[in-house]
């Protein structure tokens, strides 16, 4: 059988070569379909390219890799040819700070030179971070410094190796997994099929007589012996190459063993230096760049590369230069060490540091324009002090754009964003504890809490303290009086000793009771003062005159303001303590983190003195607050934040928090909370109430309602609660006061009987309610208390410049019908609206302070002060303004009463004083006594029309003493002329 094969191999060796080669093409074509998805893959690829490559500039991200494009490249690419060219240098430094464009600076170098791109080694190092108890083995660490250099070799001798392609430098000793193509298979499958036919020639004798006898047959047999014979030799250079490649090798064969390795060095390099100097005598590389080895700040690892590069250097079998290149910074070598280890120095020049950074970033949005809104050109120059270098500015623009697009797009603060991501870029570590409100950040901005805790107590206690000063001051006040009283009362009881004294006023009192206020006013303006005098032997009755008193102990009014003055004084220093106390409270519930780092309130305590100033000018200009969750994740419509589920949590569990916690998502947190919370005190807060009033949702209806009715209650706390309300930032209270007061139609009187309210504060309410109640005045003016409030205010004008609600004020005085009994001067445009209004429509008192002010204003600077005081109805008369003419004639009784009475002596016109004696819609009586208040006397008693007034004329003596007067009175029908 064996030999009928053989005979038709060799009869049909022409078939058996065409089978053989069919078979290996076949096993080829089959090899290359495992191919087909990497085709696939490249097309794809190519056509995305193609598709993107127009808009590949314009995209706004920009990947961190090292440039092949730098643009000042010249310089650096003349340093290094220079120093390449020298046969001396060996040692290379390219010197510069981190993002300095070191690897820039090579990438393009070697882009532009293809010659040493093709001899170059590029190792880069990661830093590591070593375990301080452990080593890689598990065993205790006694030196990291010692494991921490042989990771640095291990990784330079891994990248080293790994460089080459394991066919370039084949008697290498560290085993590799390589990838064995398709067509080796296919070779290999042949060869061995050559080799089997080749050895079945050998073995049999008869078969190769065969051949040998056949003509035919000889050439393709012996060449297929010769070729067996060159695989066998090759295939037994492979298995010596691969013995040499063993570094360690133990066979263990009964009773005999034998052992070849070699002795550890505590040195990577060294232990493998034999293999470095292979690799470049076999390799084609003669440089190598080193990077990021300055990141472990370990020297050691560049002395031990120096040594290396001497060796290499020294090496005879290599027979060319090595050259290592450093990229490293400038401070890893300290003084004169940096340019003895070095050969050759090119220091990097960065094209980005504190001092232009902000110019870069302005530069990226001015180019990126579809970004929008940006953040301000003021913000980006102060924030680019902490951005030092290219990478991390690149990096910082890469987030800031994703985090645009994905949180709202654009419906947050973009210089509040844009700080976010620095923080997170600078201080990855802390903004990842951020997200569970941990961390060096979020404990700052706990601190806010605790602090407006300890800050109310503080002012609580003062508060205290200076209301309880006050009333010491009202005490004090009372007995100072008291015994200033009894000083001039003890004149009298010196006068009269060893007799009871009892004062005569509208009775009689015993004389040291006359200190109560109303007993002294009747006292001091007796005139004289009745005494009556109780003895042992006799009574009597004295009159003194208290000038008598005052003569011998100073005048008492005078004595009584000293005492009135310093009390108000001190009264006014305390009550304006009180005042800025209680807006320090009432800020205390609105202040926010940035104004508390700014005032130092919350002190910054961090050693890392970047760290510090970077958290002070985010937190102090408030560009991250205790909103930040919106800023670094994701918000779904509907949702909580941590902030406004805190406050959920707080309302539920009956633990109310700051009345001013600021809430992310009102809307979703009334939707959240059910009506039964709303009327609770421990719902209040400003941004809920607000969002409750300003928003027309009828399902909220009730949840307002119900707080609304919480408010009206007008307890303590919703009184306070209301007065921090009002100055809130975004509040509404005009909206607040127009519901309340529907139902408490007492809401001012509530707030006018507060005594420890300022009358400032009082006058905000009542601007708050002529914006927010139009219609509802006249109901709040019931008992007449607001009315009275509005029509004895001094100040009526600067109200409306400080409230600014002209129009509401109109409002007021038309539907409460105001008269006031006060006016300052208009400053203003609005006041001087609504001084015309009042002027117009009579709504002013008569009397002298009103009066001066009206003609004050209507005549500007032709006003004189003395003729109004002097000839006051003379003076009104030339001023010729006749809407105010007939509001006095109209009214002529108050007129003179409130402004003739007042004044000093009149010293009118004859004609006018003529003309109001003749008046006869005027009383006799004030007509009367106007002509006493007159300094001269009637000139001519025939200008009078009306006996009855000449009568009265005469008998109160208020005519000149002449002839003519007084034939006139006597005989007026023959009154003679001339």
């Known amino acids: 059988m064996y030999r009928n094969m053989i005979q038709y191999l060799t009869e049909n060796s022409f078939l058996v070569f065409c089978t053989f080669t069919g078979a290996s093409i076949a096993i080829y074509l089959f090899s290359r379909l495992a191919y087909k998805n990497r085709i696939q893959q490249w097309l794809m690829h190519k056509c995305y390219w193609k598709k993107n490559s127009q808009n590949i500039d314009e995209t706004p991200y920009h990947n961190l890799a090292p440039v092949d494009y730098y643009e000042k490249i ?121 080799v089997l036919m080749g050895g079945l020639s050998f073995i049999n004798s008869d078969l190769y007589s065969a051949y040998v006898s056949n003509y035919n047959l000889l050439w393709p047999v012996l060449s297929i012996q010769i070729i067996s014979f060159i695989l066998i030799i090759i295939f037994i250079s492979w298995i010596v190459r691969f013995c040499s490649r063993l570094s360690w090798l133990k066979i263990n064969i009964p009773n005999v063993e034998l052992e070849i390795s070699q002795a550890d060095a505590s040195s990577i390099l060294n232990r493998h230096m034999d293999e470095i100097i292979y690799y470049f005598e076999s390799g084609a590389f003669d440089t190598v760049i080193f990077e990021d080895l300055d990141r472990f700040d370990s020297v050691l690892i560049f002395q031990k590369l120096r040594e290396i590069n001497l060796i290499l250097n020294n090496a005879r079998q290599i027979g060319h ?65 902490f951005i030092d270098s290219m990478r991390l500015l690149v990096g910082i623009c890469n987030e800031y754009v994703l985090y645009h697009k994905v949180l709202n797009d654009g419906k947050l603060i973009p210089e509040k964003l844009f700080g976010m991501i620095v923080y997170k870029n600078l201080y990855p570590d802390d903004f990842v504890l951020l997200h569970n409100n941990s961390g060096i950040l979020a404990s700052i ?42 000083l001039y009362l003890s004149f009298i009881a010196n006068e009269y000793a060893d007799q009871c004294i009892e004062i ?31 003895s042992r032997y006799r009574n009597q009755d004295e009159n003194i005159a208290f000038s008598e008193i005052e003569d011998k102990n100073g005048k008492y009014s005078e004595r009584e303001k000293i005492i009135e003055r310093t009390h108000e004084q001190n009264k006014k220093e305390i009550e304006n303590r009180i005042v800025e106390l209680k807006k320090q409270k009432a800020k205390l519930k609105t202040i926010t983190v940035a104004e508390l780092i700014s005032n130092q309130a919350i002190p910054l305590k961090q050693e890392n003195s970047k760290l510090k100033s970077l958290i002070g000018f985010l937190l102090g200009n408030g560009y991250i607050d205790e909103n930040y969750h919106t800023y670094i994740s994701f918000f779904h419509e509907g949702s909580l934040t941590s902030v406004d589920n805190e406050f959920v949590m707080s309302v539920i569990g009956k633990n109310p928090v700051s009345w001013n916690y600021q809430l992310a998502n009102t809307k979703n947190i009334i939707d959240r909370l059910q009506i039964q919370y709303f009327d609770k005190s421990y719902i209040l807060n400003f941004d809920l109430l607000t969002k409750l009033l300003i928003t027309d949702n009828d399902k909220w209806v009730e949840k307002r309602n119900a707080m609304i009715q919480l408010l009206a209650k007008l307890d303590m706390e919703s009184r306070k609660f209301i007065d921090a309300y009002i100055d809130h930032p975004n509040s509404r209270p005009e909206k607040l006061f127009g519901i309340i007061t529907r139902s408490r139609q007492d809401f001012w009187e509530i707030i006018e009987a507060q005594a420890d309210l300022p009358f400032s504060r009082k006058d905000k309410y009542l601007a708050i309610l002529f914006d927010g109640c139009h219609d509802q005045l006249q109901a709040l003016n019931k008992t007449g208390s607001l009315k009275t409030y509005f029509t004895q205010m001094d100040h009526v004008f600067s109200f409306i410049d400080v409230h600014n609600n002209p129009d509401a004020c109109i409002n007021a005085i038309e539907k409460l019908e105001i008269q006031f009994e006060n006016l300052d001067l208009p400053e203003t445009q609005s006041a001087l609206r609504v001084f015309d209004y009042i002027y117009r429509t009579n709504a002013y008192a008569l009397n002298t302070q009103v009066l001066k002010v009206v003609l004050q204003v209507k005549m500007g600077k032709e006003f004189n002060s003395i003729d109004f005081q002097e000839a006051n109805y003379s003076y009104v008369k030339k001023s010729m303004l006749p809407e105010l003419l007939d509001y ?91």
């Not at 590029?122 to 006694?142: K, P, Q, T, Y």
């Not at 108050?894 to 004083?913: H, T």
């Not at 003493?961 to 001339?978: A, D, V």
Request: hydrophobic share 35%.
């Open 74 to 194: 010249e310089p650096y690419e003349e340093m290094l040819l220079s120093a390449l060219y020298d046969p001396n240098v060996k040692n290379i430094a390219i010197a510069g700070a981190y993002g300095s464009g070191k690897s820039s600076i090579i990438k393009t170098f070697l882009k532009r030179n293809p010659y040493y791109r093709s001899k170059t080694v590029n190792i880069s190092l990661a830093s590591f971070c070593v375990d301080n108890e452990h080593d890689m083995d598990g065993n205790e660490n006694r030196d990291n410094s010692n494991i921490l250099q042989r990771q640095l070799e291990l990784s330079i001798l891994q990248q080293l190796i790994y460089h080459t392609p394991p066919n370039e430098i084949p008697y290498s000793r560290f085993r590799r997994i390589w990838n064995i193509a398709k067509r080796t298979i296919v070779f290999n499958v042949l060869a061995g099929c050559i």
């Open 321 to 385: 230069r090595i050259v290592f290149i450093y990229a490293l910074r400038d401070d890893v070598f300290k003084d004169e060490s940096r340019t003895k280890f070095f050969d050759y120095m090119i220091p990097v020049v960065p094209i980005v540091n504190i001092s232009n950074s902000g110019d870069k970033l302005i530069d990226f949005f001015v180019r990126h324009k579809e970004i929008s809104p940006i953040p301000s050109k003021d913000f980006l120059s102060e924030v680019s002090i």
């Open 445 to 486: 901005l706990s601190e806010k809490s605790a602090y407006i805790k300890e800050k109310d107590t503080c002012l609580s206690k003062e508060l205290t303290d200076l209301n309880n000063k006050l009333a010491l001051a009202e005490q004090t006040w009372i007995k100072n009086k008291t015994e200033l009283r009894l």
């Open 504 to 534: 005569s006023l509208d009775n009689r009192y015993p004389l040291w009771n006359c200190t109560e206020d109303s007993l002294w006013q009747q006292l001091y303006s007796a005139k004289p003062l009745y005494l009556h005098l109780y």
């Open 888 to 978: 006095i004639d109209n009214n002529w009784p108050e007129y003179f009463n409130n402004v003739i009475l007042g004044n000093c002596k009149q010293s009118d016109d004859q004609s006018i004083i003529t003309t109001i004696l003749n008046n006869s819609n005027i009383s006799l009586e004030i007509r009367i006594l106007y002509l006493s208040c007159q300094k001269t006397p009637l000139a001519d008693l025939h200008l009078i029309s009306e006996n009855e007034v000449k009568n009265a004329i005469i008998k109160n003596n208020l005519m000149k003493s002449n002839w003519h007067n007084i034939f006139s009175h006597t005989c007026p029908n023959k009154l003679l002329k001339g």
